[in-house]
């Protein structure tokens, strides 16, 4: 699509105001998350291998030295009951894909406690957005995903206007408010301070009401759109929210949804992209291919299944020695 012109006066000296023809960009493409969260699948890759890199050099020097700092200390360890060599030399660093896996985990137990919560979809999604920029440069060796989720989902709520304070969210979620407010500003800064997200649900109704022109059988779109709703929700663990735009998105769940329901999905495209050649040719050169990639990412990313209980335990507990002897309280260092 074009974007919208508008005309502005640039009045001369003889008075006369020439109209100049300015061209406005979409109200998305003004927003922070379409100028500063936006990556190639490449760049994100290499921002988290990058990353976990680091975090097992810092750490692993840092376990080095604990233990000879706790080698020095040995007669006061052993009087103290306790013993020298509690940190291994190596403790099972989690991969990249480990850290996606464990945080996929807590990423639906925010969907698990909103939903108890009846809060909407968007709130959700906010705080799921908001744990994905905040392991974009951090790790989970760094900060554990369930404090962090916490954090999240209180900024949520206050972002979405779904407030509580933090004395009932920390008691309705088994928490101290010492450890959901310990974190917020780090995890506020590492969002840039920048809290408003876009998410696909809205853009989705958009594309149901808009469907409705050409709807033969109303009551299989509403199918459809409940159906697309459920792959939103599902495309979230994904990294979709960095590649494409929530329009995008949500145009490509009422595509699949439409296969999954047997509803005619070529009728609206003919009629919304296709009344002619040229409108045709940008759908089929630039759109098409945008959707049938976050297609072939919900049939292929790991991440729209849920994690194995026995695979995040197992992660947990390596996790549980990888923590940086820096951060901990009566280190030897």
């Not at 927003?31 to 050099?57: H, M, P, V």
């Not at 990249?96 to 945080?103: F, G, N, P, S, T």
């Not at 809290?195 to 649900?201: A, D, G, R, S």
């Not at 072939?296 to 990313?301: I, L, P, R």
């Amino acid at each position: 699509m074009e974007a919208d012109v508008a005309t502005t006066a640039d009045t001369t000296a003889n008075g006369d105001n020439p109209k100049e023809e300015v061209a406005l960009k979409h109200l998305y493409e003004q927003s922070t998350q379409y100028k500063y969260w936006r990556y190639t699948q490449a760049a994100l890759d290499e921002i988290r291998r990058k990353a976990n890199k680091e975090a097992i050099a810092v750490i692993g020097e840092n376990i080095k030295e604990e233990r000879e700092q706790a080698g020095h200390r040995l007669h006061s360890a052993i009087a103290q009951g306790k013993p020298v060599d509690h940190l291994p030399e190596n403790p099972g660093f989690p991969t990249v894909d480990e850290e996606q896996a464990l945080l996929g985990f807590y990423e639906r137990k925010i969907v698990q406690i909103f939903k108890y919560w009846k809060l909407p979809s968007n709130v959700m999604a906010t705080a799921i957005v908001y744990m994905k920029r905040f392991f974009l440069e951090n790790t989970v060796m760094d900060y554990h995903p369930k404090a962090v989720m916490m954090t999240c989902m209180f900024l949520a709520r206050k972002t979405e206007n779904f407030l509580m304070t933090i004395g009932d969210f920390s008691t309705a979620i088994k928490s101290s408010p010492a450890a959901i407010l310990n974190l917020e500003f780090l995890v506020c800064k590492s969002l840039r301070f920048q809290f408003t997200v876009h998410h696909p649900y809205r853009p989705c109704l958009g594309f149901f009401y808009d469907m409705q022109a050409v709807a033969d059988n109303m009551e299989k779109l509403q199918k459809v759109y409940d159906k697309a709703v459920d792959l939103i929700d599902t495309l979230l663990y994904t990294d979709l929210c960095f590649l494409y735009q929530p329009s995008q998105i949500a145009l490509a769940a009422m595509k699949i949804a439409c296969r999954l329901e047997s509803y005619d999905f070529e009728k609206y495209v003919n009629y919304k992209f296709k009344a002619n050649e040229t409108t045709a040719q940008m759908y089929n050169d630039k759109l098409l291919p945008v959707l049938l990639d976050i297609e072939k990412v919900m049939e292929t990313d790991p991440r729209c299944k849920e994690v194995k209980k026995a695979v995040v335990a197992e992660i947990d507990k390596r996790l549980m020695l990888c923590e940086d002897p820096a951060r901990k309280p009566g280190s030897a260092m």
